[in-house]
């Protein structure tokens, strides 16, 4: 069976790495594994933007990623972001085994709101769940409450559950057997 | 299905255009790359993409304004998007007038883009919708080309598909420019002859001698000037379909030989005395009455009911006259691009007018008209004013004129006449010829008269 593989990019706070690894092993049914922790992203500085490039993060992965059939997320704290895009949340190659997400903009605290620990887990767990389900294949999904919607803002991805919409678990089923 | 869209990102930055690429993969496209414009141009070339994303600065000559007017040359209805890292207000223009859908900077938020490409494939996916449904639309009410939500002629169409694989003769009869080619081609184009050769004869546009050697074809030496032997039309339609127009016209000789073909299949050519056999669906077609030229003896009745196995009566335009918006709108569509035109519509008022002509030759005329008008207007619209050389010829007329035809002709196209103006009341169009209601009845019948 395939494994999916977290690897923490600089300091990540160990309660989030836990959350996901119980939530991400219930999600996808897959055993989920911890890699040796990497460094502070700083190649992926670009001093411009004060953010991190996502493309040069997964660069990066790719050099620790175990094999090809299994899946690599990569967890940051680091705002990231792709050329054309503001921010992203996270990224994924569809259908390939690299995944990366960013917890900046999970946080209370970047809204200037008081710090929630276990919404931040929620939320991360959810982002996590979408950028690996493209790994399986899955593009955005219509239905608002599933992890595979697309979330532009904040807002829009507290509004996901972290549980697959019908059609997703199928697709994910199928894209698992495979 | 987002999978049916494709897009096409064009950027000479390998990490910018491979990440938005890879966004959009995300977003459920189907995505190609280019990384030039001049790539992108080879690209457009062999496929339309539903979206192109060029950004504005690219070296190598090609920047992203010539780019997407090169894909627009190729692709006229392309929707672009013009990426830029400098907002400028000049840039911004220049990509707007030359024709970019939307001008997008830099970084741009998701949710941006997201409702950008979104929108655009809503009205791409709208587009296409529009599209498939004229075409139903079309094909509900055509058969080959030939135009018509009139219940009679939708009957017409179900024999014509009834009949296509028959070796049965048909006769089309039907006034000038009602499409009678057109529906002897329908019939070969239908049947399990389409593959072999459709051979159209006007028989009236010869002179007997010639239309008999051109029928079945001369030996070498049969008369002054047959230098070598020629196959006629009939051999020449050989496994096919052979149409003879205008069949009322021709001479007592020919009606008899045009028989023998039909009775064996077979024939001789001028000068010749080796028999012909040939294979040979007849289609015949006539603006005349053959009942009534048989009766008058102008027409042998034995080759009448040879033609006559399956007849098809065309309607004329003024008896379907719910084809005329249909007809108009096909015709714009068709001629505007042969004459060059940008129009797309016709006006309801012009429409009112075109319903009032009487159209006495028929789809020609209308096709015609449509051509007049769409040489002389001057906007994407025809409206009434294109067509005042109609109403013209509709004041030109003298309402007192009596046309030259037979009395019985006269007769019923009165009758025809007062039946349209009572919309079919027939109470009330007896009243308005004087003549009693089962007279009425009695002549409808004769004539053969369409009620509504």
């Known amino acids: 069976m395939s494994l999916i593989y977290l690897v923490t990019v600089g300091n990540v706070e160990e309660g989030v790495l836990d959350f996901l690894q119980l939530g991400l092993a219930d999600a996808f049914g897959l055993r989920v594994r911890c890699l040796d922790p990497l460094p502070d992203p700083s190649y992926a500085f670009d001093p411009k933007r004060h953010q991190y490039s996502s493309v040069a993060l997964m660069h990066e992965l790719m050099k620790v990623c175990p094999g090809p059939d299994v899946r690599v997320l990569g967890v940051t704290e680091r705002d990231l972001f792709i050329p054309v895009l503001s921010f992203v949340f996270g990224q994924a190659q569809l259908n390939g085994p690299l995944s990366v997400v960013s917890l900046a903009r999970l946080h209370q605290e970047f809204y200037q709101f008081a710090a929630d620990s276990r919404l931040l887990e929620e939320r991360a767990l959810k982002e996590s769940m979408h950028e690996l389900g493209h790994t399986f294949g899955l593009v955005h999904c219509p239905e608002k409450s599933c992890p595979m919607s697309l979330a532009t803002n904040i807002r829009q991805l507290d509004l996901k559950r972290s549980a697959w919409c019908v059609s997703c678990e199928i697709l994910l089923e199928e894209a698992l057997v495979e | ?452």
């Not at chain 2, 459709?198 to 047959?226: D, P, R």
């Not at chain 2, 060059?340 to 008022?349: A, R």
């Not at chain 2, 004013?385 to 004129?401: G, H, I, M, N, R």
Request: charge should be negative; charged fraction near 30%.
């Open chain 2, 1 to 452: 299905m987002k999978s049916h869209w494709e897009i096409l990102v064009v950027d000479d930055e390998e990490v910018m255009r491979e990440s938005l690429a890879a966004w959009l993969k995300e977003d459920g496209y189907r995505v190609e790359t280019a990384a030039s414009g001049r790539e992108a141009i080879e690209k457009s070339r062999a496929k339309d993409y539903a979206i192109y994303f060029v950004d504005l600065k690219m070296p190598g000559g090609i920047d992203g304004i010539e780019t997407m007017m090169q894909i627009r040359k190729l692709r006229r209805d392309a929707s672009i998007i013009i990426i830029t890292a400098y907002a400028t207000v000049d840039t911004a223009i220049a990509a707007m007038k030359e024709g970019a859908q939307e001008y997008i900077v830099k970084p741009c938020n998701l949710e941006e883009i997201s409702l950008l490409v979104t929108r655009i494939i809503k009205v791409r996916t709208l587009q296409r919708e529009n599209e498939m449904l004229k075409k139903r639309l079309r094909k509900t009410y055509s058969l080959n080309d030939i135009i018509s939500k009139n219940p009679r002629m939708q009957e017409i169409f179900r024999l014509i598909e009834d009949v296509a694989n028959l070796r049965s003769t048909v006769l089309i009869q039907g006034e000038s420019g009602t499409g009678k080619e057109l529906i002897a081609r329908a019939i070969h184009s239908s049947s399990d002859r389409a593959d072999q050769p459709f051979v159209g004869v006007s028989c009236a546009a010869l002179a007997e001698t010639l239309l008999e050697s051109e029928l079945f074809g001369y030996e070498k030496g049969a008369f002054t000037g047959a230098a070598s032997q020629k196959k006629g039309k009939f051999e020449q339609a050989d496994r096919g379909t052979i149409f003879l127009d205008e069949i009322g016209d021709i001479s007592p000789k020919l009606q008899m030989d045009l028989l023998r073909v039909l009775q064996e299949r077979s024939f001789y050519r001028v000068g010749g005395s080796e028999e012909i056999r040939v294979d040979v669906r007849v289609i015949a077609a006539t603006n005349v009455n053959l009942q009534e030229a048989v009766r008058e003896g102008r027409f042998r009745d034995d080759l009448f009911y040879r033609l006559n196995v399956i007849n098809i009566r065309i309607p004329p335009l003024r008896e379907r006259l719910e084809d005329i918006p249909l007809l108009a709108r096909y015709f714009i569509e068709r001629l505007s691009v042969e004459v060059g035109k940008d129009v797309e519509d016709i006006s309801e008022d012009a429409l009112q007018l075109l319903l009032t002509h009487s159209w006495p030759g028929n789809v020609r005329e209308l096709e015609n008209s449509i051509e007049r008008a769409l040489v002389t207007s001057r906007s994407r619209l025809l409206t009434r004013p294109d067509f005042s050389f109609l109403a013209k010829e509709v004041e030109d007329q003298d309402p007192f004129s009596i046309p030259a035809v037979t009395l019985q002709e006269l007769e019923k196209q009165a009758i025809e006449s007062a039946i349209k103006r009572t919309r079919g009341n027939i109470k009330e169009a007896a009243a308005q010829l004087g003549i009693e209601r089962s007279t009425l009845y009695d002549k409808i019948k004769k004539y053969e008269i369409a009620r509504s």
